[in-house]
C-alpha cells in the first residue's frame, strides 16, 4: 500500500531564516506530488504541483520555491521566511493514470514564523 | 473553468441527529466530485468519491452524497452524527481535462457536534 509522509511536524523558526519542508510517498511511482498550505481559518491554496523529477510548476507567486531531486520526493523551501508563511503545508500526491483525479494527502506540517 | 461553493461555513447539530452540508459545483466538462474531512492539525482523509457509476455514493463512517446534475449539487449526508465526526469538511471537484491532475476545494464546513 501507498504512504505519504511528511516532516517535520511542526516547525517555528524566525523571519528571515531559511526553510526545507521535505515530502515522500511510498509504494508508487511516478506520482504527482503537490504542496498546499492552509492558512489558519481557510482553506487550502495550491503551491506547486510535479509530474515528474525536475518538473515543477507554481500557483501564485511567493518566495517559496519546490524542487523534486527524487521520483518520490517533494522538497518545499525558502530562503528568507516571513511571517506570512506560517500556515499548515500538506503535501499530497496521485496516480498519473488515475482515472478519477483523487489526491492523498501527508499529515501536514505546522509552520510558525516569528 | 470549475468552481465549488460550500453553503455553510459552520454547521452545529446535536449528537444522533443528521447531517446535512451542502455543496454545489460548476464545471464545464463531466466532473470527478470527492469529500474529504479534516481533523485538527491533521491532514485530509478522503471520505467518498464521485465517479459517474451511482448518484448515490456510500463512503466510510456512515457518510453518503447524492450527485445531482440538474441542480449541480453533491450534498453530504449522515443520519445520526457522532462527537467524533467534529472536523472541517472540504467539497472538491476535478475536470479530468486539466494539466497536472489539479483538484479544486470549497472553503471548507466546519462542522460541530453538541452532546
Known amino acids: 500500500s501507498q504512504t505519504i509522509h511528511q516532516w517535520p511536524a511542526t516547525l517555528v523558526q524566525p523571519v528571515g531564516s531559511p526553510l526545507s519542508l521535505e515530502c515522500t510517498v511510498e509504494g508508487t511511482s511516478n506520482p504527482n506530488l503537490y504542496w498546499y498550505r492552509q492558512a489558519a481559518g481557510r482553506g487550502l491554496q495550491l503551491l506547486f504541483y510535479s509530474v515528474g523529477i525536475g518538473q515543477i510548476s507554481s500557483e501564485v507567486p511567493q518566495n517559496l520555491s519546490a524542487s523534486r531531486p527524487q521520483d518520490r520526493q517533494f522538497i518545499l523551501s525558502s530562503k528568507k521566511l516571513l511571517l506570512s508563511d506560517s500556515g499548515f503545508y500538506l503535501c499530497?500526491?496521485?496516480?498519473?493514470?488515475?482515472?478519477?483525479?483523487?489526491?492523498?494527502f501527508g499529515p501536514g506540517t505546522r509552520l510558525t514564523v516569528l | 473553468a470549475q468552481s465549488v461553493t460550500q453553503l455553510d461555513s459552520h454547521v452545529s447539530v446535536s449528537e444522533g441527529t443528521p447531517v446535512l452540508l451542502r455543496c454545489n459545483y460548476s464545471s464545464s466538462y463531466s466532473p470527478s466530485l470527492f469529500w474529504y474531512v479534516q481533523h485538527p492539525n491533521k491532514g485530509l482523509q478522503l471520505l467518498l468519491k464521485?465517479?459517474?457509476?451511482?448518484?448515490l455514493v456510500k463512503g466510510i463512517n456512515g457518510f453518503e452524497a447524492e450527485f445531482k446534475k440538474s441542480e449541480t449539487s453533491f450534498h453530504l449526508t449522515k443520519p445520526s452524527a457522532h462527537m467524533s465526526d467534529a472536523a472541517e469538511y472540504f467539497c472538491v471537484v476535478s475536470d479530468l481535462r486539466n494539466a497536472g491532475n489539479m483538484l479544486t476545494f470549497g472553503g471548507g464546513t466546519r462542522l460541530m457536534v453538541k452532546p
Open positions: 499530497a500526491w496521485n496516480q498519473q493514470a488515475s482515472s478519477y483525479n483523487e489526491q492523498f
Open positions: 464521485y465517479t459517474s457509476a451511482a448518484t
